[in-house]
């Protein structure tokens, strides 16, 4: 995904703390002729602060957490949690075979998958819809950047009262003669959250896309206007291929906010959530606060966290970590 | 990956001149007709349910779940119950400590952590920088219970007790903050040039002078979208809040959603009430996002999570 911003030279910089990641951050890496600044005098305390807090609070609770999916945890050891007994990999295969955990894996993906499918054409469609200039764009484009920023909780309180039985969602269907059913219960739920999850997210997508759109060179149009290109083909063949790299990252951080997402089906919902619902996030959340199997609740965070990487490796190879100006290094 | 340079250094260049019309004609993707379709279904996507917030807080319960799109009868006393019914003082006044604190502590450490990110050569960097957008996706529901446990052992075996209290809502919320904050002023101080910091340099500043006097000043619009993105941390979060707060310490978040749960059940629920809490716990936010659109929608493409 890098490799279209990439000039030559910057490409050739790149290969080069690409090659030096295996032995990471060898010493000739760094601009060995300019010992000026960068070299001498490094404010490196500044560092200090941040990274104290992200180890504290977040490298020893999850090597804690990591310790936890071993011990045989409940709401009476949880005070003593260091002498609770160790059982090695039995909240793990729990977690596997007896309980709900494989079924809430299928539902947090598929569900993510189903929401990125619709949200994708969405937010492609409003961006294409945006990007020529007309009177009133900044107004529409801030009205489509609203669900975005409405606060997940919100979102989801207002959803709930709408598909509460008989309430504005149902008397509307009512008066075209559908009978929707339950939406907040049974199988119907799990696609009211991919209804809700896709008017909360799809605006993420054109966000991206919009990036993509301007992203394509005023010579480019100019060039498919000579070729008198119809307005299809120059956005199947001219448009669309600019589009690849921001729809896939997209996609990826659309996959883990979905996943990862605890609070619009916790607060859509409740817990406990209908089976139907009853995602990854909802179901590690309920077997720790609910049920108080703390053992088996980080077991099952750690096989989630397992999920999250798959996107999330794909993610960091995709991502440009360094700028084209090194540092140390002057243009 | 070029979304994140695009969208800060191209800001500038988004029109494409405006006001000449063969431009226009040029850079055209779809016939207006189909384009008027598309805006118009989006909008009213939007807009509906944006509405019904609005039309329902001031509706009585009884038309609400009768289904009534627009209000029979219409009252504003749902804003002033919701106040007390809801706990909406006590956790509106919570939510803005907590996620305020968080929003400056987090800018002016994310600042400090990103300077020496951007402009200095070192062993771990890269390392730094990739965990920087590894953490951003850590899911918070692995992260509670830890957490959780951590602090209470803070409690039993150091005396502290942080655990319903701001305090640990605060520090969680600052931790879980930074890594995107960090990355939005990454992104943000590359476009710095350097010749100012090097003047100053040879003016004898120190490194800490250069970053208050130089960095800080150029880079308040970084530090308002990484500030920003840490309130919005803090004011949208449900889990850590709903596990680690008593409630005189709840913010806003879990006071609605607790408020709302415990609807289920009895007679017809506060509708109205919830959607006039809902409408106020969103404003604040809908009102920063305003102001300050032009530069969030870069940084939201910059690191990319919400």
Known sequence: MSTDSLTAGKASRRKSSHAAKPGPQSPENAPRRRKGLSERNRPLWMLIPGGLLMVIIIVVPLLLGIFMSGLDLDQYSLRKWVSAPFIGVQNFVEALTASPLLHAIWLSVSYSLLAMVVTIPLGIAGAVATQNAFKGRAVIRSIFLIPYVLPSFVVATVWRTMFQPGSVIDSALHSVGIDPGLWLNGPQSFWTLILVQIWASWPFVYLLALSGLQSVDHEVHEASALDGALWWNKLRYVVFPYLKGPLALAFLIGMLHHINNFTLPFVLFGVPAPSDVELLPILTYVTSFQSFRFGLSAAMAFISLILIAIPLFVYLRAVKLDDSETPGGKK | ?306
């Open chain 2, 1 to 306: 990956m070029s979304t994140a340079t695009t969208a800060v250094g191209r800001r500038s260049g988004e029109d494409f001149r405006p006001g000449s019309k063969r431009q226009h004609e040029v850079t055209r993707l779809m016939p207006g007709p189909m384009l008027a379709i598309i805006l118009t279904l989006l909008c009213a996507l939007v807009l509906i349910p944006v509405a019904y917030i609005f039309l329902a807080s001031v509706n009585s319960d009884i038309g609400v779940a009768r289904g009534e799109f627009l209000p029979s009868t219409f009252s504003f006393e749902n804003y002033t119950k919701i106040w007390t019914s809801v706990g909406l003082a006590t956790g509106l006044a919570n939510s803005v400590l907590v996620a305020g604190s968080t929003a400056v502590v987090s800018a002016l450490m994310s600042i400090a952590t990103a300077y020496v990110l951007v402009r200095y050569q070192f062993r771990g960097r890269l390392t730094i920088l990739r965990g920087l957008l590894a953490l951003q996706s850590v899911p918070g529901t692995l992260m509670v219970l830890p957490v959780f446990v951590l602090f209470s052992s803070a409690a039993s075996y150091l005396g502290i007790q942080v655990i319903g209290t701001q305090w640990g809502l605060f520090v969680t919320y600052l931790t879980f903050a930074m890594p995107f904050s960090t990355w939005v002023m990454v992104t943000y101080l590359r476009g710095l040039p350097r010749e100012l910091e090097e003047a100053a340099r040879i003016d004898g500043a120190s490194n800490l002078g250069v970053l208050v006097r130089i960095i800080l000043p150029l880079s308040w619009p970084g530090v308002v979208v990484s500030g920003i993105f840490a309130f919005l941390l803090g004011w949208n979060d449900v889990l850590f809040a709903s596990v680690m707060t008593r409630p005189e310490s709840q913010t806003a978040a879990v006071a609605l959603q607790v408020f709302g749960a415990s609807q289920e059940g009895g007679a017809i629920p506060f509708y109205g009430q919830m959607m006039a809490a809902s409408l106020v716990c969103a404003a604040p936010v809908v009102i920063l996002y305003l102001i300050f659109q032009r530069y969030l929608v870069g940084g939201l493409t910059a690191g990319g999570v919400k």
